[in-house]
């Protein structure tokens, strides 16, 4: 029984690198380095597009809520000045037939009229609010787009590095990288104001 291989491994491995090395090994490598190096920054992206649109729904959802009570808000200022209105005819009605009307028809007219100028405060206030956060998520849904179109980049650039590397063409290698660098500059353009 032979202690050792008969073949000698340590040429076999050599000559199976020059193989490759004529094959393409080096180029197959960088595509996949730089296939590997596009995915991660896809991965990147597409957490920061889903994270950054779940946020401006959040945010569009509470501005919807506010805008809810803002309109209900609205609604009991009509209400209160309804209130006024039929409470100035009551007095009217009163000083038409030539007799005092009550003072307390004169005292509920006016605090109707205090509590709307209240209401219109707080109605205004939410519409601010609502505002402010409807203009943040709008913000937050051009980060998304941004975000979405640098992944799309990514995207076609590691296709074009799988298409390069059953063809061992180095311009679609090539390409892959362009539309990579693409990607590259949405993906940090997303993080600018």
Known sequence: MPE?????????????????EKEGGTFLRQIALSTALLAALAAIGSLYAGSTVNE??????????????????????QAKGLKAAVTETSAAAWSATGKEPPADLRARAERYGEEQKEIQ????????ERD??????????????RFARAVAFF???????AVAALTRRKTVWLGSITVGAVGIALFVQSFLP
Do not use: F
Request: no cysteine.
């Open 155 to 161: 995207q076609v650039a590691i296709a074009l590095g």
């Open 56 to 77: 401006a729904l959040r945010l569009e959802t509470r501005a919807t809520r506010l805008q809810a009570q803002a309109s209900d808000q609205w609604a009991y200022y």
């Open 4 to 20: 050792g291989p008969e073949i000698e491994t340590e040429n076999l491995h050599e000559a199976i690198h020059e193989e490759l």
């Open 132 to 145: 402010a956060l409807t203009a943040e998520s709008e913000h937050l849904m051009h980060s998304h787009h």
């Open 121 to 128: 405060e707080k109605a205004k206030d939410l519409e601010k």
